[in-house]
């Protein structure tokens, strides 16, 4: 079982460029979502998604793209990078019944904006 | 914006001692979450306290919620150097946007 995989771990990107992070999960978990981690600050939403098919923004959702054709994957597209995306980037999924579960995040992919 | 707000940013403590940290938050929720974070690592999930919970324990932990006064603390006896990490407070107002406040910083030393 290995719960929430985020690739790649590390990144580094030109300002312009574009590119797609991946998250998968295995736990058949409903709800999935992205998060930007910032230096002293707590995580904040991007996008969220309740179900394949299904997406929304969260607070910061800005010069990003999500969609959810699976129940397992929820990939985070940058469509031109730029130097205030550089972050860590987190994926978190969940049961749709937060009543009783926390969620599951994955290991973090740095990305560095350059 | 963020919903909660963790207190104190900081706190050291000595191996054995006990360590408390507080969260506020400022809209009604239906649970509330408390998450720890090794350095360089992803979040992992300690305790959830629905809303119309008062007190909950999990091994070391022990977590109250306050709807009244908006507030939950989370008590961890008996440190360990291992519980040196990022403690963090997530609220779940029943939105799908669980928010989360930025942190308070455990070092527990030897």
Redesign the interface.
Known sequence: NAG?TQTPKFQVLKTGQSMTLQCAQDMNHE?M?W?RQDP??????IH?S?GAGIT?Q??VPNGYNVSRSTTEDFPLRLLSAAPSQTSVY?C?SSYSN???????????TRLTVV | ??Q?EEDPQALSIQEGENATMNCSYKTSI??L?W?RQNSG????????I?SNEREKHSGRLRVTLDTSKKSSSLLITASRAADTASY?C?T?AGD????????TTVTVRA
């Open positions: 929430v709800y979502s998060y002293g600050m707590g995580l904040r939403l969220y309740v929304d969260g607070e987190f978190a937060r009543e009783f579960y926390g969620y599951t995040f994955g290991s973090g | 914006s963020q909660g239906n649970n979450q998450y690592r992803g979040l992992v999930h300690l305790i959830l629905r963090f997530a779940d799908y946007k669980l928010s989360f406040g930025a942190g």
